[in-house]
């Protein structure tokens, strides 16, 4: 049976689609910063992912898809994955990405470095390198 997944409130729009085949999708990212609060709806996204893929004996994502730039839909995503574009952002405790989805948005519009997050021109670095099969 085919389970989704939604996240609590401030995790952005965060999901998890689990697939009757054991594949996973997750849509969008966001680590809140106040998440570690008890008294607060939020979660700890990183913890939960992490606690899901190890209960399913994994290590990756088969697919993550980004809606959007927000910070609500990507915020803490670059300290959780692994991207492969650059080796800061690999290494051991990252969760790996089968196949990366973002819109053509976060690749081909232009901003001024005052409109983009710092977290926005990685995930854009990662869309538009070139794909290269894993190990």
């Known amino acids: 049976m085919h389970k989704v997944i939604f996240y609590p409130v401030n995790n952005g729009d965060s999901c998890q689609i689990v697939l009757e085949s054991g594949k996973r999708i997750l849509l969008d990212y966001r680590q809140y910063s106040g998440a570690e609060d008890a008294d607060t709806p939020e979660i700890d996204l990183a913890a939960q992912l992490r606690a899901d893929l190890e209960e399913a004996d994994r ?20 300290e959780f994955f692994e991207l492969l574009h650059a080796e800061k952002y690999q290494g051991e405790g990252r969760i790996k990405i089968e196949e990366l989805w973002v819109p053509a948005a976060m690749v081909l519009e232009s901003a001024s470095n005052d409109e983009q997050s710092n977290e926005f021109v990685i995930l854009r670095q990662e869309g538009v390198r070139l794909p290269t099969p894993r190990d």
Do not use: L, Q, Y
């Open 59 to 78: 290590d990756s994502f088969d697919v993550v898809a980004f809606t959007h730039a927000d910070k609500d839909h990507i915020e803490g995503s670059t």
